[in-house]
């Protein structure tokens, strides 16, 4: 892990760049912000140099020290870090995500478990698709289609037989003499 950027000179907008001992260690997830043209993507440069355990072309006159939990990292013994550092800016999108006629490429899995958690989704998307089917038939099955009104549902159906068999057992009852 990172602890802190002990000096940076001639990258970007850092020309002569050393840690202030006033500024805390970093931590795990670190926010940087800051006004346009402050440093903030210079700094992301420099750890696109420590992902991909190189020094970029367009900085290679610069000296930079970055202190870890275990050792230090310099420009010269970059490809030797071995941190896990990821870092998703304007080149990653231009390398991965488009193509140079700017057209989208296929989406990208960054790791094989992802690979098979998006396939686990997708079944799932599937059968929950199967199963709002199915229920949309049932509705249609117990209230009738509503662009079809002679295809009547097992509700209205039912509530008009109860109906008609209420009628006929009221009828049948006044047909009934009561003899005192």
Do not use: C
Request: glycine share 4%.
């Amino acid at each position: 892990m990172i602890t802190k950027i002990k000096n940076i000179k001639d990258f970007g907008i850092f020309q002569n760049y050393s840690h202030n001992a006033n500024l805390k260690d970093y931590n795990r997830y670190n926010l940087f912000y800051g006004w346009n043209g402050s440093g903030k993507s210079t700094l992301v440069s420099l750890f696109e140099s420590l992902e991909r355990k190189e020094q970029l072309p367009e900085y290679s006159s610069s000296e930079w020290s970055i202190d870890t939990d275990k050792n230090q990292i310099t420009q010269s013994n970059v490809n030797n870090n071995n941190l896990n550092i990821r870092v998703f800016n304007k080149s990653f999108v231009e390398k991965n995500v488009f193509t140079p006629n700017d057209k989208i490429k296929g989406i990208i899995y960054i790791s094989e478990e992802q690979g098979k958690d998006k396939e686990e989704s997708e079944s799932k998307i599937s059968e929950l698709n199967k199963t709002n089917v199915r229920i949309k038939e049932i509705e249609i099955d117990l209230n009738g289609n509503l662009d079809d009104k002679k295809a009547k549902g097992l509700t209205v159906i039912t509530d008009k037989f109860l109906s008609d068999a209420a009628k006929t057992i009221k009828a049948n009852f006044k047909v009934i003499e009561i003899e005192k």
